[in-house]
């Protein structure tokens, strides 16, 4: 029996002794990856956050911005009626009625300059601006520029809640961004969504001299929100709102929002002369595709055509021909015609721009000096 417990006894400490060997002799295999392989996983979920990451909280951004938009009762009065030469003014006893309307506005200096829309104020002749505090204040009409759908207003106040600008041609598609007004006389209230395009023409404006180059977005804008702002996540201005894709009359997806980039310009240019100081080249363009770029032999596919050079006009004098193909303004790619558009809108008269022209197949650099339009 003693031997019978020594066997046992040596049995298991063999056995114990094999098992510590392998132990030693193989020390990081299977478990010890199996280890590391954890540590990269956790490392990789504790990693640093990308330097440009956003919060998903916006109560900063809507804060910041609340206050610097304000409300807009627009109103023409019998007499502007009158005046104004409605047909059907004598026929049916004052026409129509004079017209009424709202929307909205943003405060762009601390002294009482106001942003909005043109078709907002266009048909009055009384302007009453409601602040975020609920002051009320007559408005002037400064100026407008149909264009661009723009118009300033001037309240007489002091030290107003203001917007830093953003800068429009940096704002990218997929960005979150708030828009702020008063939809449906609903005062400030705020809606999220994000850039979903850039450069959009919707043909809204119509004419030719006409600057469509909308920031779309996804976030919910109505009736009332024209004039109000778009800002991006840190609370800065990205652009006017202006208009909606629809075919009821409200919101069905998308809205469109002037560049603040453009919309500085021209506020700036009403706020100085009066009116907006307008640059042209005098050509007519389209947006280049890859059929009309196998009809001129190009290897390229985007770009501005110029399909004429009007006479007399600084594109005339700057040697631009038809077919010409516009790549770049000032160092800058352009792809469509409204993007050129816009780039050319927010220049003055007098002003010199470098064009980047494919002619044939062949890389030109054409200065041209801007004409009034």
């Known amino acids: 029996m003693k031997n019978l417990f020594s066997l046992i006894f040596a049995g298991v400490i063999g056995g114990l002794i094999t098992l510590l060997g392998i132990y030693w002799i193989q020390p990081h295999t299977g478990a010890i990856k199996e ?10 979920i504790n990693a640093t956050p990308f330097s440009n990451a956003v919060t998903f909280d916006f109560k900063s951004a809507a804060k910041k911005s609340m206050p610097a938009v304000v409300h807009i009762k627009a109103k023409e009065t019998e007499e502007a009626d009158r005046s104004s030469g409605n047909p059907f003014f004598d026929f049916f006893g004052g026409g129509f009625g004079p017209q009424e309307g709202t929307g909205s506005g943003v405060i762009y200096t601390d002294d009482g300059y106001i942003i909005t829309n043109n078709h907002v104020v266009e048909f009055a002749d009384v302007i009453e601006v409601t602040l975020y505090d609920n002051r009320t204040f007559d408005a002037k009409l400064v100026g407008t ?6 118009a300033v207003l001037k309240i007489e106040a002091d030290a107003l809640q203001t917007l830093d600008l953003a800068d429009s041609d940096k704002a990218e598609v997929g960005e979150w961004v708030l828009a702020i007004g ?17 450069g959009r023409d919707i043909n809204i404006l119509r004419g030719s001299r006409s600057i469509e180059s909308f920031i779309q977005t996804d976030a919910a804008v109505n009736p009332g929100n024209s004039g109000g702002a778009l800002v991006n996540a840190e609370g800065k201005l990205l652009g006017i709102n202006s ?5 009821t009359g409200t919101f069905a997806g998308y809205s469109f929002a002037i560049p603040i980039n453009i919309a500085k310009k021209v ?6 002369f009066g009116s907006s100081q307008r640059a042209l080249i005098g050509i007519d363009i ?6 009309y770029a196998k009809e001129l032999n190009l290897d390229i596919s985007q770009g501005v055509v110029v399909v004429g050079v009007l006479d007399g006009t600084a594109g005339q004098f700057a040697g631009l021909l ?10 800058k790619t352009i792809n469509t015609a409204p993007e050129l558009q816009e780039m050319v809108g927010r220049k003055r008269p007098g002003d010199i721009i470098k064009l980047t022209v494919n002619r044939g197949g062949e890389i030109k650099e054409i200065p041209v000096k801007l004409k009034a339009g």
């Open 322 to 331: 038809p077919d010409d193909v516009i790549t770049k303004i000032d160092g």
């Open 286 to 291: 389209q947006d280049l595709d890859s059929d």
């Open 267 to 272: 506020v700036d240019d009403i706020i100085e």
């Open 182 to 198: 008063n939809p449906f006389d609903l005062t400030s209230t705020v809606t999220l969504g994000i850039v979903s395009a850039k």
């Open 145 to 150: 520029d149909a264009t661009t759908d723009l």
């Open 35 to 44: 280890a590391s392989d954890k540590t990269v996983n956790v490392s990789n």
């Open 243 to 247: 208009a909606i894709a629809t075919q």
